[in-house]
C-alpha cells in the first residue's frame, strides 16, 4: 500500500520560514518525479515545486524563495519555504508520479498570518 505523509505545517507569521517534509512507504521516491501542491481556499491547485531527474522546476509565485528537496537514503522530500507570505496560505499537497502511478498525501494546512 502506497502512503505519501506530509508533515511540518502549521501557523507562521509573514516573512518567517517553514520546513514541510513528505515521507513514502511503498514505493522509491528516487524513481517518481516528486511534486509539491497547493490549494488555496476558492482556487485552483497550483504547483508550487517539482524534482525531476533533471532538475527542480518552481512555480513563478515561490521562485526564490522555496527550495525542494529529495533525500533518497529517508525516501523523503521537503520542501523550505522562507520569506513566507499571506498569500502563500493554502493546503500543501504531496505528489509521487511515475507513468499512470499518480500518488498524492493528504494535505496539510500551512498558514501565513500575524
Known amino acids: 500500500q502506497v502512503q505519501l505523509v506530509e508533515s511540518g505545517g502549521g501557523l507562521v507569521q509573514p516573512g518567517g520560514s517553514l520546513r514541510l517534509s513528505c515521507s513514502a512507504s511503498?514505493?522509491?521516491?528516487?524513481?517518481?518525479?516528486v511534486g509539491w501542491y497547493r490549494q488555496a481556499p476558492g482556487k485552483q491547485r497550483e504547483l508550487v515545486a517539482a524534482?525531476?531527474?533533471?532538475?527542480?522546476n518552481y512555480g513563478d509565485s515561490v521562485k526564490g524563495r522555496f527550495t525542494s528537496s529529495r533525500d533518497n537514503a529517508k525516501n523523503t522530500v521537503y520542501l523550505q519555504m522562507n520569506s513566507l507570505k499571506p498569500e502563500d496560505t493554502a493546503v500543501y499537497y504531496c505528489?509521487?508520479?511515475?507513468?499512470?502511478?499518480?500518488?498524492w498525501g493528504q494535505g496539510i494546512q500551512v498558514t501565513v498570518s500575524s
Open positions: 505528489n509521487a508520479r511515475r507513468g499512470i502511478n499518480d500518488w
Open positions: 511503498g514505493i522509491i521516491f528516487s524513481i517518481y518525479v
Open positions: 524534482i525531476t531527474n533533471w532538475g527542480t
